[in-house]
């Protein structure tokens, strides 16, 4: 067999490592600099194989009414990108849905601060289900049912971007904020 | 004396090709073998060397490392702070890689060692990538996070040459894609290029399991994408339009597959990969054509060039484009391709023909799958290449085509009307039986005028016991039966069409058959059976239908007993014996049922059957031993 280059091995060694570094740098960095939201929702548990132990979250803002939408509602199907413009509720402590499009410059940036994107998942006629990447929280191993079984309210503060990508930064139990580590 | 390996194993397979064509005999090819011990020896102790106990033992513990390491970061454990864990998969992967690269490019001794922590590593890179979307809670299309571990693992595997990366590779992109399309319905058009990569390493690394591996691939992602365009939403497509167009475009999909089969077969990496094509090739071919050829009611006359069909239509017309261009490729090698260009002609009339409309579809099909049967067993006999594999799906397709046509006219019967076309039916299927019999016996005779044995047996006795089966059924009471001439139009198509054919034939093989005997034999089954099929009608008594059918059957039991005493057949005689004691059988209890009480019928029977079955067997074994004593009287008389 012939030997391989010792230099493209290297080359590729390194590349692997810096996708790690970016996909933990792009995280860090939403997570740093994106809009702190907090969020109303209700999980339930299953389990990941390669994960593991994960809770998934279902919020307010997963379905929405038709009649939030700017644009025609009834012309998306699944897969399709939407941005969803947030703001505070009577209460002001949650954020919930203001009005909702498939394009993103229908929402400008003074009406709409707070836009965060997410893809149809099922477009049914009471309500259009929609996920935004942040449905997924991740436990250690068992912990997950525990949290369920505790759980009478819970909430979620999510990180907005200027794109409308979003992550998880904190879960709360009860307004307290559960932390494993 | 050579002393060569590899000149034994050319010579082992080619002794069995000589056998098969009657140049030397089973005993002779053991004479020539045993000429050569010290290759045989040497051949198994290369064998023997090849099985490398540590490099084993580092595999299963590189497998049992790399479960670990998923394992443990799937646990999540607590306690353990997100920098940690970070920090630790940067040390794994540099690590491993680190060792990898010592052992494979700096001290060269070690290389299982090198390739285990190159695997390890490569498990590593996947576990920072699921490690990160743990830490950050990322749920947003996780498959990007497959697809980036695949491409990781498929560059270093190309950099490192590294074969178990390829498979491991392999896997990660099929569970990318297979998720992509299950979860987000995304046909995933570009799967294409990754097979075609995957394919070209393995290619140049002589790998035949990977080549065959990315054949199943490339089918895999062939039925995804043409699935999609099922989508009514995206591409106006109707199931019932395009489901049909769909099954048709098999067949010069099919024809590509056994060009391409029969194109790489001489190449040992593809060696594998070319067989499977080739069968899977055929069974494109023939499974439209037998799935289609019954009284289907489709939604429309015009399938092709049809707007609820567009994507399908489009595709068989590339599809064909493709067969043509295989065929040329062929003709280039000098490989034979009558066939093929005879099944390319027949799916370009296909595509055009109103193939939704019952009479076209029916004849069509017919006429496709008896031509289709008759040119695979000619040509695979005929052509000098090698056609093992044609022949016996020839023989497969054959006997699959006449038993499920058997089973298929029988449930027609019964499920027409009440049953009412219930002869109709079944003495159709003797008609189409006897044209099967017939090509078989065409076969025979062009097949055995180039010197070579067509086994003319296996098609002979399928039709027959299908036959048998079929008048049988006919030997029950049968009452309300209509007249063949009150059935759709398609069935008397159907009917005459079969009938000319076999005249046609009948009087072909009268002139050139040096053997009238089974045509005259086949012939009195024939004409009673289409003379019963004309004449049944509500007029006729269920008594006259039993008498003749029954009259029918001993005729048919008769035929065969006599003609095999004319081939010596032990086989046939047995079987003919058997038909005739089920026949026996089942009259007997169909007499008698009503006649006599519980007891008094199974006491009887009992007596009647040790007397009758005593007398059976004596007339058997003389029968048979007839036949035994004619067979050595031959032997003798050719010494």
């Known amino acids: 067999m012939k030997p391989f280059s010792k230099k493209a091995f290297i080359a590729v060694v390194i590349a692997q490592a810096l996708v790690l570094c970016f996909m933990i740098g792009k995280r860090v960095f939403i997570l740093k600099t994106g809009t702190k939201v907090l969020l109303q929702c209700e999980p339930v548990d299953p389990r990941s194989l390669f994960s593991g132990d994960y809770v998934i979250l279902n919020y307010k803002i997963s379905s929405l009414s038709g009649d939030l939408f700017i644009d025609k509602a009834d012309s998306l199907k699944k897969n399709d990108t939407v941005f969803v413009a947030l703001g505070k509720d009577k209460e002001g402590k949650f954020w919930e849905a203001k009005a909702a499009s498939s394009d993103r410059d229908a929402l400008n940036k003074k009406d709409y601060p707070v836009v965060i994107r997410g893809t149809v998942k099922d477009p049914i006629f009471l309500g259009i289900n929609i996920r935004y990447g942040v449905e997924s929280y991740f436990v250690p191993q068992y912990e997950g049912l525990e949290i369920e079984r505790e759980l009478s309210q819970a909430s979620v503060e999510i990180s907005i971007a200027g794109s409308g990508e979003s992550g998880i930064s904190r879960l709360f139990l009860d307004d307290r904020e559960v932390n494993f580590y | ?32 073998l045993e000429l050569y011990p010290a290759e045989a020896a040497a051949g198994s102790e290369k064998k023997k060397k090849n099985v490398h106990l540590p490099a084993i033992i ?140 995957l394919f070209a390493t393995f290619y140049n690394s002589k790998d035949k399991v990977g080549s065959v591996f990315m054949f199943f691939m490339f089918m895999l992602w062939f039925y995804q994408v043409n699935g999609y365009w099922f ?205 099967c019999f017939l090509i078989n016996q065409v076969l025979g005779i062009l097949v055995g005028r180039e010197e070579k044995e067509f086994p003319v047996i296996i098609i002979n006795a399928v039709c027959a016991i299908m036959g048998f089966l079929i008048i049988y059924a006919l ?100 079987l003919a014996i058997a038909a005739f004691m089920i026949h026996i059988t089942t009259r007997y209890f169909d007499v008698f049922w009503d006649l006599l009480s519980g007891a008094a019928l199974f006491l009887i029977t009992g007596a009647l059957g040790l007397a009758g079955g005593w007398l059976l067997e004596k007339n058997r074994r003389k029968l048979l031993q007839r036949i035994a004593d004619s067979e050595q009287h031959i032997t003798k008389g050719s010494e």
């Not at chain 2, 082992?12 to 004479?31: A, L, N, P």
């Not at chain 2, 609820?308 to 090698?333: D, H, N, Q, R, W």
């Open chain 2, 475 to 574: 030997s029950f009471k049968l009452e309300n039966q209509n007249s063949v001439f009150n059935a759709q139009a398609i069935v008397l198509v159907m009917l005459f069409l079969f009938l000319f054919m076999a005249l046609g034939l009948y009087l072909y093989l009268w002139t050139i058959s040096p053997e009238k005997l089974i045509l005259s034999l086949s012939a009195i089954v024939f004409f009673c059976s289409a003379f019963v099929l004309f004449i049944s009608g509500p007029s006729i008594s269920w008594v006259i239908y039993s008498l003749i059918f029954n009259i029918l059957l001993f005729v048919f039991i008769g035929v065969l007993i006599y003609y095999s005493t004319r081939v010596n057949s032990k086989a046939l005689a047995n």
């Open chain 2, 58 to 197: 580092i595999g299963m513990a590189a497998v049992l490392l790399c479960v670990g390491i998923i394992l443990f970061y799937a646990a999540n454990w607590k306690n353990m702070p997100p920098v940690v864990k970070i920090v630790q998969v940067f040390i794994l992967l540099f690590s491993t890689y680190g060792a990898a690269y010592y052992f494979l490019a700096v001290n060269e001794g070690h290389r299982a060692l090198g390739r285990a922590f190159l695997m390890i590593g490569m498990v590593a890179f996947g576990a920072g990538i699921t490690l990160t979307a743990q830490i950050f809670h990322i749920s947003a299309h996780p498959t990007n996070g497959v697809l980036a571990w695949a491409l990781g693992v498929l560059i270093m595997s190309w950099v490192a040459r590294e074969r178990w990366g390829y498979y491991l590779a392999m896997v990660l992109l099929f569970v990318w894609n297979s998720w992509e399309f299950a979860q987000y319905g995304n046909p995933n058009y570009i799967f294409i290029l990754f097979i075609i990569v």
């Open chain 2, 231 to 435: 989508n009514k939403e995206i591409f106006g497509t109707d199931f019932e339009v395009a489901g049909p167009v769909f099954a048709f475009l098999h067949i010069p999909f099919g024809v590509v597959l056994v060009g391409l089969g029969m194109l790489g077969d001489k190449n040992k990496t593809l060696e594998a990969t070319c067989k499977i094509m080739r069968v899977f090739g055929w069974i494109f071919i023939f499974g439209p054509l037998v799935g289609f050829s019954w009284p289907l009611d489709l939604e429309t006359n015009y399938l092709t060039f049809n707007k609820e069909s567009i994507p399908f239509t489009i595709e068989y017309i590339v599809l064909i484009a493709m067969a043509g261009g295989t065929l040329i490729l062929l003709a280039k090698k000098n490989i034979k391709i009558v066939l093929l260009a005879a099944i390319t002609a027949f799916s370009l009339v296909m595509l055009v023909l109103p193939m939704g409309h019952k009479s076209t579809l029916m004849i069509t099909t017919h006429l496709g799958l008896l031509a289709l049967m008759f040119g695979m067993l000619y040509s695979s006999y005929i052509t000098a290449e090698d056609n093992e594999i044609e022949r016996v799906m020839g023989f497969v397709f054959f006997v699959m085509l006449i038993s499920l046509k058997g089973v298929g006219f029988f449930s027609m019967g019964i499920a027409s009307a009440s049953g009412n076309f219930y002869i109709a039916y079944c003495l159709g299927f003797i008609i189409f039986a006897t044209v």
């Open chain 2, 1 to 32: 004396m050579p002393n060569n390996t590899s000149f034994l194993k050319i010579l082992q397979t080619e002794t069995k090709r000589w056998i098969s064509e009657g140049i030397i005999s089973s005993e002779q090819k053991d004479k020539i």
